[in-house]
């Protein structure tokens, strides 16, 4: 899966998130919700 790709997050890529982790929890969230790019995730976790 590519980080810094503009696509957005679906529910296709909710096996990527299998873990019980906060990011894992969240990007599970924000894939259900189909509203933000997959880049966005990853820079707004990266801190």
Same mark, same amino acid.
């Given at each position: 899966? !590519? %980080?810094?790709? $503009? ?6 890529? =909710? #096996? ?7 990011? !894992? %929890?969240?990007? $599970?969230?924000?894939c259900r919700a189909?509203? =933000? #790019? ?10």
């Amino acid at each position: 899966m !590519d %980080r810094s790709s $503009r696509n957005r997050l679906t529910e296709r890529l =909710l #096996p990527q998130f299998p873990g019980e982790t906060l990011f !894992d %929890r969240l990007a $599970r969230t924000v894939c259900r919700a189909g509203c =933000l #790019p997959r880049k966005e995730l990853y820079e707004a976790c990266r801190k």
